[in-house]
């Protein structure tokens, strides 16, 4: 284990500068992937705090006790898409209204009577903000009796939802396409590196020496390359991050677990790509 160890590093001494350039392709390569899927995640980032906007909201009939009311709660809370339910009284409605609708402010304080109903705002779980569940809550609602009427703003619940979906489909398709180049780029890289041992190898199978010797420590170098390509990447994305933050919007970086995918990743490109250059060329000898 010592010696393949040892034989893949000095590949990065004999060979620096064809190591360099392996490392840097692996590592831009990536770093377009990065780059996308840093924007990916800001705008799943967007879209959840949206989502997390999304209410459905019980207007109350007049007089309705508020023993009635707190009862109800509990069993509304007791939906599997609802996260919380919360009792708005009309004063607090009207409070509200004059807060936030400050272009009606003289006309709300003029009202010799508050005309807002009290209400039950209904937050959903994540998973559940969308508009066939909200519709489902809102049906539930309305079979309470002290309920007269329902809303949920299903027009823009379900334009949230129509941009959840082309979201996904745009991630996934581009996502995928990335993936794709940077696996041609980083294969064709390190079969470069490969054929740039080729009479190495050639010289070591005529001494006696098996494919699987040969072939391991290209695979450690690959796997290698690749996990610097990968931090590599994930450094000049931290580096793109800092500067969209500083001199364009506040953007979200990635989590520890997916800079450590990222990583992975290029590990696992790199490995890939040495074992089929290796593979195809002890073939050919």
């Known amino acids: 284990m010592k010696l393949i160890f040892r034989e893949a590093l000095l590949t990065f001494r004999r060979a620096p500068l064809l190591s360099a350039l392996s490392v840097t ?8 992937i990065g780059l996308f899927a840093l924007v990916a995640v800001n705008l799943q980032q967007a879209l959840r705090q949206v989502g997390e906007r999304v209410e459905v909201v019980a207007y109350l009939l007049p007089g309705t006790p508020i023993e009635t009311v707190t009862q109800s709660m509990k069993d509304i809370e007791a939906f599997p898409e609802v996260q919380s339910a919360n009792y708005v009284t009309e004063d607090q409605a009207l409070a509200r209204a004059r807060a936030e609708l400050v272009e009606f402010h003289d006309v709300l304080q003029e009202l010799e009577h508050n005309p807002l109903p009290a ?18 809550v809102a049906d539930r609602l309305k079979g309470f009796g002290f309920v007269d009427d329902v809303r949920f703003g299903r027009d823009w619940v379900e334009k949230l939802d129509w941009l959840r979906r082309i979201a996904a489909a745009v ?17 064709t890289t390190i079969r470069m590196a490969v054929l740039q041992r080729s009479r190495e190898i050639k010289i070591m199978r005529l001494v006696g020496a098996t494919d699987g010797f040969i072939r391991r420590p290209f695979l450690l170098q690959g796997a290698l390359k690749g996990m610097l390509g990968g931090l590599v990447a994930i450094a000049l994305s931290f580096a793109a991050c800092l500067a969209i933050n500083r001199w364009l919007i506040e953007a979200a970086f990635f989590t520890r677990e997916q ?24 073939r050919r000898v």
Request: charged fraction near 10%; avoid cysteine.
């Open 171 to 187: 991630g996934l398709v581009v996502g995928a396409a990335f993936a794709i180049v940077a696996v041609i780029i980083i294969g």
């Open 25 to 32: 392709t692996i590592a831009f390569s990536l770093f377009v």
């Open 259 to 282: 800079a450590l995918a990222i990583v992975g990743f290029g590990t696992l490109i790199g490995l890939i790509g040495s074992a089929t250059s290796v593979g195809r060329h002890l």
């Open 119 to 136: 209400s039950i705002e209904v937050k959903l779980k994540p998973g559940y903000r969308d508009a066939d569940h909200a519709s489902q």
